[in-house]
């Protein structure tokens, strides 16, 4: 069974996200959102372009969040890696926010947020792959023979906020009618852990869980290809990192599916996070 692309019109998605991390009693993150976006996907001479919209998008941390939009990919085979092509008007999004609500108080933190986001190799697409519901889309799943067992690697990153490399891999989990199921686990990118932690610009960052690797990383990433046009039809994501003694715990949830539609891994009518 293979999935193929189909030339359509950009399709429109509905989303709800919920993460919680904290780290020694501190909260680093505590984010609900949800929102919609269209989203478009081209296999083009090039490579396969992706290209994400925003419609709306709401959460609990700001009334006017910072979304940049469009975002444009392109996959690299030799990498396996999805990078942006349109950073530098994404850069002026950035600026152009930076300027409207920097103060004394939060300079420090934008001026953060602005290495990780334009001067860190990938740090733009590791935040995204972090912190927005665009993983399962990160993954290069056509014309290629996909039996129950075949196993296809998802995109590798570095997860923000507790900077923890972590990589994807997926099997393929059957058909039913028009839709083919993949499955994704999420696990600890030992190898990449080793060369990050032996880097000095790192070590002053490093945490103690970065030596002792004394945590946990449950996940559960499933999503439902439409064989009829090649899009996602719905998927849901979970991934929880925990570790008692370290004293960490970050938990993220979400679901999307195509507009107007149920979301398949979702009793039918059920709503959505928020």
Same mark, same amino acid.
């Given at each position: 069974?293979? !999935?193929?692309l189909?030339?359509?019109? @950009?399709?429109?998605?509905?989303?709800?996200?919920?993460?919680?991390?904290?780290?020694?009693?501190?909260t680093?993150?505590?984010?609900?959102?949800?929102?919609?976006?269209?989203?478009?996907?081209?296999?083009?001479e090039k490579g396969?372009e992706?290209?994400?919209?925003?419609?709306?998008?709401t959460?609990?941390?700001?009334?006017?969040?910072?979304?940049?939009?469009?975002?444009?990919?392109?996959?690299?085979?030799?990498?396996?890696?999805?990078? +942006?092509?349109?950073?530098e008007?994404?850069?002026?999004?950035?600026?152009?926010?930076?300027?409207?609500?920097r103060?004394?108080?939060?300079?420090?933190?934008?001026?953060?947020?602005?290495?990780?986001?334009?001067?860190?190799?990938?740090?733009?697409?590791?935040?995204?792959?972090?912190?927005?519901?665009?993983?399962?889309?990160?993954?290069?799943?056509?014309?290629?023979?996909?039996?129950?067992?075949?196993?296809?690697r998802?995109?590798?990153?570095?997860?923000t @906020?507790?900077?923890?490399?972590?990589?994807?891999d997926?099997?393929?989990?059957?058909?039913?009618?028009?839709?083919?199921?993949?499955?994704?686990?999420?696990?600890?990118?030992?190898?990449?852990?080793?060369?990050?932690?032996?880097?000095?610009?790192?070590?002053?960052?490093?945490?103690?869980y970065?030596?002792?690797?004394?945590?946990? +990383?449950?996940?559960?990433?499933?999503?439902?290809?439409?064989?009829n046009?090649?899009? +996602?039809?719905?998927?849901?994501?979970?991934?929880?990192?925990?570790?008692?003694?370290?004293? !960490?715990?970050?938990?993220?949830?979400?679901?999307?599916?195509?507009?107007?539609?149920?979301? !398949?891994?979702?009793?039918?009518?059920?709503?959505?996070? !928020?």
């Open positions: 069974m293979e !999935i193929t189909k030339t359509i019109d @950009p399709v429109k998605y509905q989303f709800a996200y919920k993460k919680n991390t904290v780290y020694k009693t501190k680093l993150v505590n984010t609900i959102g949800n929102g919609k976006f269209s989203f478009f996907l081209e296999s083009t396969l992706l290209v994400f919209r925003n419609e709306f998008y959460n609990n941390t700001s009334k006017d969040p910072l979304v940049f939009s469009p975002v444009k990919l392109i996959y690299h085979p030799d990498g396996n890696l999805f990078l +942006i092509k349109n950073r008007n994404l850069k002026i999004q950035w600026s152009k926010y930076k300027e409207k609500y103060n004394a108080e939060n300079l420090s933190v934008l001026m953060t947020f602005e290495r990780l986001y334009f001067h860190t190799p990938l740090g733009l697409e590791y935040e995204l792959a972090s912190n927005g519901a665009y993983v399962p889309f990160l993954l290069y799943v056509y014309y290629t023979d996909l039996k129950e067992d075949t196993i296809l998802g995109m590798d990153w570095v997860h @906020p507790l900077n923890l490399p972590l990589r994807i997926y099997q393929a989990g059957g058909t039913k009618g028009d839709i083919i199921y993949i499955l994704g686990v999420i696990s600890l990118d030992e190898e990449m852990l080793t060369k990050v932690i032996a880097d000095k610009n790192f070590q002053s960052r490093a945490k103690p970065h030596y002792s690797r004394n945590f946990q +990383i449950q996940s559960e990433i499933k999503i439902a290809y439409d064989l046009t090649g899009y +996602i039809h719905s998927a849901v994501f979970r991934l929880k990192i925990s570790g008692k003694e370290e004293q !960490i715990i970050e938990e993220i949830d979400y679901e999307f599916t195509q507009d107007g539609l149920d979301n !398949i891994f979702r009793p039918k009518n059920r709503s959505f996070l !928020i």
